[in-house]
């Protein structure tokens, strides 16, 4: 047998085994992609406020990396347009919102910071309780009614991501597998006349 007809074999070899290693990837907790429901855009007062909730966001992986103690942050970022025909739509108001969770397994606790309330710690015992804080968008302040014009057409953009994970020393090198968990929800829009 040849060298080159041996290195050919093990090359195809080895392509097979990366595509099967990586159909593997796809596991059942992958296939539910994160997903906004239950979107609400409302005025209260002065003010245009958004409610929404970000589903299919807590893979198995995810749940045993927060429960290993990693900091785990999600971004919501949510824009109001004024939708213009033959131009760029104008931009608003925009806002970044960032929820982060940890936990404490010395004391049995999770410690989140939500940035809608000034970032203090909140914590909690029950990981539902945890994971439902987590993922909802309650009643934001996107902008004042006094920025929108009465009879033009406005759009609401929103979508949230799974901020990238920083872990200490080389340990990103080791704990590749993170990265199967990352997520990005696609842009929602609203549209309505005000």
């Known amino acids: ?4 007809a041996f290195s050919g074999n093990r090359l195809k070899t080895s392509l097979v085994m990366i595509f099967l290693m990586g159909s593997l990837l796809e596991t059942p907790a992958r296939a539910e992609e994160a997903r906004l429901t239950d979107i609400v855009a409302t005025s209260a007062g002065e003010h245009l406020l958004i409610y929404f909730r970000v589903t299919g966001c807590f893979t198995e992986e995810m749940i045993k990396a927060i429960e290993n103690g990693i900091n785990t942050t999600f971004t919501f970022f949510i824009g109001i347009y004024e939708v213009r025909d ?5 931009n608003i108001a925009e806002v970044r919102v960032t929820h982060s969770i ?9 410690k989140l ?16 309780e945890a994971k ?8 934001i302040d996107l902008t004042g009614l006094n920025k929108l014009q009465k009879g033009n057409r406005y759009q609401v953009r929103m979508m949230a991501e799974l901020a990238k994970i920083r872990l200490p020393l080389y340990l990103d090198y ?17 549209n309505f006349t005000y």
């Open 113 to 128: 910071r939500l940035s809608e309330r000034n970032s203090e710690m909140i914590l909690v015992e029950d990981f539902h």
């Open 174 to 190: 080791v704990l590749f597998f993170l990265s199967l968990w990352d997520f990005e929800t696609d842009w929602y829009k609203i």
């Open 132 to 139: 439902n804080l987590m993922s909802k968008i309650v009643g």
């Open 102 to 110: 940890v936990y404490d397994s010395l004391k049995k606790d999770y």
């Open 1 to 4: 047998m040849s060298c080159s």
């Open 86 to 90: 033959f131009q760029r739509d104008k």
